[in-house]
Nanobody
C-alpha cells in the first residue's frame, strides 16, 4: 500500500522560504517519479514540480524560486520554496507515479500560506 505523508507547510511572509517534505512508503522509491502539485481556493489543482531518474521539471510560475529534490536513502522528496509570493498560497500535495507526467498516488496535502 502506497503512503505519502507531507510535512513542512505553514505561514510565511512574502519573500520568505519554506521546505516541504514527502515521506513515501509502499513502493520501490527510485523506480517512481515524485511530484508536487498545489490547489488554491476556488482553483483547479496545478502542477508545480516533478523529479525522476532522468531529471526535473517545473511549472513556469515557480522556475528559479522552487527546487525539487529527493533523498533515496530516506525515501523522501522535498520542495524548497524560496522568494514566496502571496499567489503561492495553496494546499500542496505530494504525488508519486511511473513518469513525471503521470501520477497515481497522492498525499493528504499541507497548507502553505504566504502573507503580503
Amino acid at each position: 500500500q502506497v503512503q505519502l505523508v507531507e510535512s513542512g507547510g505553514g505561514l510565511v511572509q512574502a519573500g520568505g522560504s519554506l521546505r516541504l517534505s514527502c515521506a513515501a512508503s509502499g513502493r520501490f522509491f527510485t523506480a517512481y517519479a515524485m511530484g508536487w502539485f498545489r490547489q488554491a481556493p476556488g482553483k483547479e489543482r496545478e502542477f508545480v514540480a516533478a523529479i525522476n531518474w532522468s531529471g526535473v521539471k517545473y511549472a513556469d510560475s515557480v522556475k528559479g524560486r522552487f527546487i525539487i529534490s529527493r533523498d533515496v536513502a530516506k525515501n523522501t522528496a522535498y520542495l524548497q520554496m524560496n522568494s514566496l509570493k502571496p499567489e503561492d498560497t495553496a494546499v500542496y500535495y505530494c504525488a508519486q507515479g511511473r513518469t513525471r507526467d503521470k501520477f497515481d498516488s497522492w498525499g493528504q496535502g499541507t497548507q502553505v500560506t504566504v502573507s503580503s
